[in-house]
């Protein structure tokens, strides 16, 4: 069975400075990746994925994603954070097959000091 | 489009009484999911639809039923809330069943109970 960790909590950061959250999974296979942002009071929306090719992926709202097969890593990355970043931040690994749904790590909560 | 809706927005229980979660999609996706949101944890699947007239049990089941009503619903119930219960629950759906079809969520229910 796949499992994310996700070691950072919380994280503070000020505006206009880069951010990196971390992200290491356990899947047997080559897995399907997945970043989620949660504003306080909503549902999860999705960032970026990564599925195969390029392990760099671009995604939503000027964040990125790299896949790093031998660490076992999918951190995600923005070069300057706003303070409408703040907010919880989940990644979750996919198998490819049927019957094994998304697992999502214990997520970290980004807050941004102006 | 509305995506996945979800009533109630809030919901207080007392120990032993019963109630259902709602969850409709507009999308056509064939899959549907309940996840739980507790505190450090992430989500963690409470059940799964991958198709309509198909359930299956995720990783958190126990105090739990579903019903795929049809396409577009699919509703969780509680039959005896228990004070382990409270949580905030998200529906989500997406098209296929598989790890790599990206879930859309819900709003999400918070649900007390005391």
């Known amino acids: 069975a796949q499992s994310v960790t996700q070691p950072d909590i919380h994280i503070t950061v000020s505006e206009g400075a880069s951010l990196e959250l971390r992200c290491n999974y356990s899947y047997g296979a080559t897995p399907y990746l997945f970043w989620y942002v949660q504003s306080p009071g909503q549902g999860l929306q999705l960032l970026l994925k990564?599925?195969?090719?390029?392990?760099l992926v671009q995604g939503i709202k000027g964040f990125e994603a790299e896949f790093k097969r031998s660490q076992s890593s999918f951190n995600l990355r923005k070069p300057s954070v706003h303070w409408s970043d703040a907010a919880e931040y989940f990644c979750?690994?996919?198998?490819?097959?049927?019957?094994?749904?998304?697992?999502f790590g214990g997520g970290t909560r980004l807050m941004v000091k102006p | 489009n509305a995506g996945v809706t979800q009533t109630p927005k809030f919901q207080v229980l007392k120990t032993g009484q019963s109630m259902t979660l709602q969850c409709a999609q507009d999308m056509n996706h064939n899959s549907m999911y309940w996840y739980r949101q507790d505190p450090g944890m992430g989500l963690r699947l409470i059940y799964y639809?991958?198709?309509?007239?198909?359930?299956d049990k995720g990783e958190v089941p126990n105090g739990y039923n579903v019903s795929r009503l049809n396409k577009r619903e699919f509703s969780l119930r509680l039959e005896s809330a228990a004070p382990s219960q409270t949580s905030v629950y998200f529906c989500a759906s997406s098209e296929g069943p598989f790890g790599r079809n990206e879930q859309f969520f819900g709003p999400g229910t918070r649900l007390t109970v005391l």
């Open positions: 990564y599925f195969s090719g390029d392990t």
């Open positions: 979750a690994v996919g198998a490819n097959n049927a019957g094994n749904m998304l697992t």
């Open positions: 639809s991958a198709s309509e007239g198909t359930t």
